[in-house]
């Protein structure tokens, strides 16, 4: 299970989209994420499905490492979709299954798909983003994005930095964990038990060496940066400057031009 983890994880290449400036895939992908929460139809999101395949076709990443990506959510995924199945109430000319205290009404039905499609594009459009951006690359860009609200006081460099360590080490914590499961194993701990209450115990012998380990590599990692005289992003030069390019233009117009569409078939009505 831990190898399926592909957040944080990056893939070199040099394909039209590892090429982009880190800036455009950010904030593509934050505009990504908010036209699939207001998309309200199924052809919608079958060109949004099509725009995440020909996005994983040009920048050359093998569908299993996207499949890795909704793999370990996907209890959660199914999870949403039978509540929203079972709770959403509807009128009763949509009632389709009445099994005594449980009702499946059609407006549920709807709720249910359309909440299972947004989880699983968010999942495949974020992924793209940090498989394709390097950790240093996605400190540039967010700091970038974020250095006009320094007027206000917003310590952009410091929250870029906390965000950058956090997901280089997500696959770390990952194969930390991996190695201690696999010495518990050894020593007979049981993590597949389908009883709760053992399984529950189970996770104390990896949690505690897991919080251990972890406080000990951010100790180390703050004493590495005291010793190379780190003092915050201030009077700090960078060696490779972000600069937008033609790339990025044509990415923006293709990405905006699916969002025009998707748009119009919402409040158009149409299809």
């Not at 947004?118 to 390097?134: A, C, E, H, P």
């Amino acid at each position: 299970m831990m190898n399926n983890i592909t957040i944080g994880q990056y893939l070199p290449g040099d394909s039209f989209v590892h090429k982009l400036d880190p800036r455009t895939k950010i904030l593509i992908s934050m505009f990504f994420i908010i036209n699939l929460f207001l998309v309200k139809n199924f052809t919608s999101y079958l060109i949004i499905f099509l725009f995440i395949l020909l996005t994983v076709r040009i920048s050359k990443i093998q569908l299993k490492y996207i499949y890795k990506g909704i793999k370990p959510v996907f209890i959660l995924i199914l999870f949403t979709a039978f509540l929203n199945l079972f709770i959403t109430k509807g009128t009763p000319d949509t009632l389709l299954l009445d099994i005594g205290f449980l009702k499946i009404y059609k407006e549920g039905v709807s709720l249910a798909m359309f909440m299972t499609l947004r989880l699983v594009f968010l999942i495949m459009g974020t992924s793209i983003l940090t498989l394709t951006t390097s950790p240093i690359e996605l400190t540039d860009g967010i700091e970038s994005l974020l250095s006009p609200f320094k007027r206000i006081g917003v310590p952009a460099h410091e929250l870029a930095m906390m965000m950058s360590i956090a997901l280089r080490f997500i696959p770390t914590l990952m194969d930390e964990t991996d190695k201690i499961m696999k010495a518990q194993m050894a020593r007979g701990a049981d993590f597949e038990s389908k009883n709760i209450i053992k399984k529950a115990k189970s996770l104390i012998p990896l949690l505690v060496p897991l919080f251990i380990s972890s406080f000990r590599r951010a100790e180390e990692l703050a004493m590495a940066m005291e010793a190379r005289s780190y003092r915050g992003g201030e009077g700090r030069t960078r060696m490779n400057v972000l600069k937008y390019g033609k790339n990025d233009l044509v990415g923006a117009i293709i990405f905006f031009a699916l969002v025009g569409v998707t748009f119009s078939l919402r409040f158009t009505g149409l299809l």
